[in-house]
Every structure is written in C-alpha cells, then in structure tokens.
C-alpha cells in the first residue's frame, strides 16, 4: 500500500479483555517498529522487528504485551488482560532497511480505550 | 541514555508571525535529531532531521532547525507561520543510525495559530 496502514482504528476493550492490533507496513520495508502514546505524551518505543526478527522489545511495559511479525511482514501487537493503564494510540511504523537512516514513516495508530 | 525535553505544552503565535519551537536533548554520543508533526487524527509526518551532515537544517513546508551542540538544541523556526501548521509538533532523538534507529521523543508541543 502507499501507507502505513494499522487496524483497528479505535478499540474499546472491557477490562480483562485481550486485544490484537494489526500493522501493515509499506511493501517492502524491511524494519518495523510499534510504539505507545498515551494521552498528552510522545510516543514511547515499545519493540522492534527487522524481517521477522524481533530485535529489540525493551519497551514492553509487561508480559501481557506481546508482538510478531511472523512472515516479515504484517505485525501484530496483542494485550493480554488488559487494564485500564494500556489506554493509548499505538503506533506501527516501517522503514526502508536495517541500513543507514532511513526515513521512519508511521501509520495513523490504533486508538484503545480500557472501560 | 538519550532524552529529549520540550518547554511548554502550547505556544500560540499570531497568523504570519514567526514560528519557534523548542527542543533540547541529552545524548551519550553524537545525536541524531528529528522533528515530526502530527495533525489531528493523522499519523507522525518527519518534517526534517539532522545527521551531522550540515548543522541548519531546512525541510518541508518551509520548517528549518539549527542543531547547537554547545547549547544541545535543535529549535525548530518558520519565519511566517500559516494556519495550517496548527498542529502538534514532536522532537526526537536517536542514537543509532543503523538497524535499530528507535527514537526517543519529547512531550510534544501544540501549536496555534491565530488569524
């Protein structure tokens, strides 16, 4: 696609719940990145991918986060019982390579709300 | 460990007036540095970066930044600002420029602009 390209848009999720969000990064980009940004903040780095190796996941805030990228491609981030702390836009973006800096581009964001 | 501080949450200037936002950072090495924008309900455009390349920086929409390694800034100016930079505006900073180029971002800055 010409995009980033990230579904849901907008989740709400009752507490407890597990949710998956998708990413679908621009053809081709090599690296993947998921990121979380909680009202009124920037964005904070939660994991990263090159192809299908999941290279940095540092920013995990719990082991009720958790994300793949099992073909190099599509990603998806999945929350496991959730809480009403994991309310945030999560954001995908992707980049050409693994080389050199590279321009990052981000997708519009999945918007969750924990009830 | 690299951070990245905004001053304020809001600056509102007046339609054709100068633009300043401001950055400064904290950095172990020579930083990579970026502003992005994000308008509402849209994702994280990349208005410019520096790369250690030329210290002033000039990028779209008539956006430029100077990295002052004295003063560890990276401002962001538009001489003219247009009522349709409203928007939200982040500074960031990476250390790698290699596979893991992950970025670390301030809180954002809100800009209006008045007619």
């Known amino acids: 696609g010409a995009g980033v390209s990230q579904s849901p848009r907008y989740k709400v999720a009752k507490r407890g719940q597990d949710v998956a969000l998708r990413c679908d990064p621009i053809?081709?980009?090599?690296?993947l990145f998921w990121y979380q940004q909680a009202l009124g903040q920037g964005p904070e780095f939660l994991t990263y991918?090159?192809?299908?190796?999941?290279?940095?996941k540092s920013g995990l805030p719990s082991d009720r986060f958790f994300a793949e990228r099992p073909e190099g491609s599509v990603s998806t981030l999945k929350i496991q019982r959730t809480q009403q702390e994991d309310s945030a836009v999560y954001l995908c973006?992707?980049?050409?390579?693994?080389?050199?800096?590279?321009?990052?581009?981000f997708g519009e964001g999945s918007w969750l709300t924990v009830v | 460990a690299q951070s990245v501080t905004q001053l304020g949450s809001h600056v509102s200037v007046s339609e054709g007036a100068l633009v300043l936002l401001r950055c400064n950072y904290s950095?172990?090495?020579?930083?990579?540095l970026f502003w992005y924008v994000q308008y509402p309900n849209q994702g994280l455009q990349l208005l410019l970066k520096?790369?250690?390349?030329?210290?002033l920086v000039k990028g779209i929409n008539g956006f430029e930044a100077e990295f002052k390694k004295s003063e560890t800034s990276f401002h962001l100016t538009k001489p003219s600002a247009h009522m349709s930079d409203a928007a939200e505006y982040f500074c960031?900073?990476?250390?790698?420029?290699?596979?893991?180029?992950?970025?670390?971002f301030g809180k954002g800055i809100t800009l209006s602009v008045r007619p």
């Open positions: 960031a900073v990476s250390e790698a420029a290699g596979a893991n180029s992950k970025l670390t």
């Open positions: 973006a992707s980049s050409l390579s693994g080389q050199g800096l590279n321009t990052i581009y």
């Open positions: 950095s172990s090495v020579p930083p990579y």
């Open positions: 053809s081709g980009h090599v690296s």
């Open positions: 520096y790369t250690s390349a030329a210290t």
């Open positions: 991918f090159q192809n299908e190796a999941q290279l940095d």
